[in-house]
């Protein structure tokens, strides 16, 4: 099987080429976008998460100063 292989053929495959690569260089565009997104609403949980077990610390600390003065703490 020989096939003449002539600038048009190579000049057809790189454009094809380009077109690829551009559609590529477009998708990874908003994927970095997406993960950007999804990077910003991780650190958000994060903090929101950060803030809930202060809370609870806090409210952990009341109880056990509360057990302490009705005297019915554990002792550990």
Do not use: C, P, Y
Not at 40 to 63: M, P, Q
């Amino acid at each position: 099987m020989s096939e003449n292989v002539t600038n048009e053929l190579i000049f057809s495959v790189l454009q094809q080429m380009q077109a690829d690569m551009s559609e590529l260089k477009f998708d990874m565009r908003d994927i970095k976008g997406r993960m950007t997104m999804v990077e910003e609403h991780l650190g958000s949980s994060i903090i929101a998460i950060s803030g809930v077990n202060s809370r609870l610390d806090r409210v952990t600390d009341r109880v056990e100063r509360i057990e302490q003065r009705l005297n019915i703490s554990e002792h550990r």
